[in-house]
RNA sequence: GGUGGAAUGGCCGAGUGGUCAAUGGCAACAGACUGUAAAUCUGUCGACGGGAGUCUACCAUGGUUCAAAUCCAUGUUCCACCA
């Protein structure tokens, strides 16, 4: 049920394509997966999503364990069922939410004691939970449970992270073999280690051992530079098997997408096109608008006429502005929207070039285009 | 006509002699956001100056006082109640 071919390879840089076959589809890779932690991509309907063309998307274990609950969730016949989309969907194992909310729990090598984020109420977390908790999911992709480091860390401090992550890989996946339905669902493992080159390739082979069918660099885009990000993978471009989809995880910052690509990442996934959008921060093929600027408030032409969404098809960056300044729904989703239709997209064009053999000219033209600071684009 | 009350920075609204260029909130302007505790958070928000600071400000005018958004007088406008 699950396959991964590559299709075509960029001569000059780490870049593929491939087909990542699913018991759900086939997923075109480079991918960008956007992030429906709460059985929704915030604000959009799976049609929506079909139709800017997601393949994939994300789903959370611990956020959907809260609520609605496993037993919900299995009552529904499953995660796909329950939100209505039949594409594949890959689950986060609540890895990052052992990151994310840090204070609220105490991690030791057995398990993470976590403090509900609602109601403070106690529960245990651990690779064990995590594969019962996806197995309800019934995702196409699982993760392992994971431990993220935020960065700067000490060495100490990531390698401690790293060991553990590389515990609970191996018990993820034993627990996993025996107790998920392996032919309707991969796990994927998590190489940890910061930004740190040693720890990395110990994580890296230490993950690789233990065997999966798909492998995530998780641990960045978490307060390290872009440099450091890109050295990162290319250090693990050396070392992970190329006949297995690699994961960066967390990374949707349209030129990190691009820099992952040609480092040989197939896939990506961030909650960055839809908070942005509802916060009206967008991206577009010049770079970064913040469409709340009062300089859109009369400018009555397409946010990118470039771009083949729904929104810049049919509003002005004025409407938008002002939809935004108001805090209406209707923003929101018509930013999201947008913003989704523009990174899926980055992957697809992506793809295109690679396929085509012209990568490297592809990456060079859109850095070229697209300005990292929002005030020098129009 | 009578009696009582109120007038504060773009708006609402604290403040009742010095610690007040004046709490808050909103609006506005800008910034942040990367496996979602986020339709959130942060900063700025009288003028000039890099800053120390200077100036102009709490309806108007006049006064009391070393010192007034705060006290007094008069006026203006608004509100409530009574006729």
Known sequence: MFEFNIIAECSRTGARAGELTTPHGIINTPVFMPVGTLATVKSMSSRELEEINSQIILGNTYHLYLRPGSEIISKAGGLHKFMNWSRPILTDSGGFQVFSLAKLQKITDENVICRSHIDGSLLIMSPEWSMDMQRVLASDIAMCFDQCSELPATHEKLEEALNRTTLWAERSKEYFLSHNDVNNQALFGIIQGGTCDDLRE????????????????????????????YHTLDILNNIMPPNKPRYLMGVGYPLNIIEGIARG?????????????????????????????????????????????????????????HLSMCGEILGARLCSWHN?????????????????????????????KFHDNPQTQN
């Open 202 to 229: 110990r994580s890296a082979h230490e993950i690789i051992n233990i065997g999966f069918p798909g492998y995530a660099i998780g641990g960045l885009s978490v307060g390290e530079s872009h440099e450091a990000m």
């Open 265 to 321: 990442v197939d896939m990506f996934d961030c909650v960055m096109p839809t908070r942005n959008g509802r916060n009206g921060t967008l991206f577009i093929s010049s770079g970064r608008v913040n469409i709340k600027n009062k300089n859109n408030a009369e400018d009555f032409t397409s946010l990118d006429p470039e771009c083949d969404c729904y929104t810049c098809r049919n509003f002005t960056r004025a409407y938008l502005r």
């Open 340 to 368: 989704l239709r523009f990174t899926v997209r980055i992957a697809e064009q992506a793809r295109e070039a690679i396929i085509a053999g012209k990568f490297p000219e592809f990456l060079e033209r859109f850095n070229a």
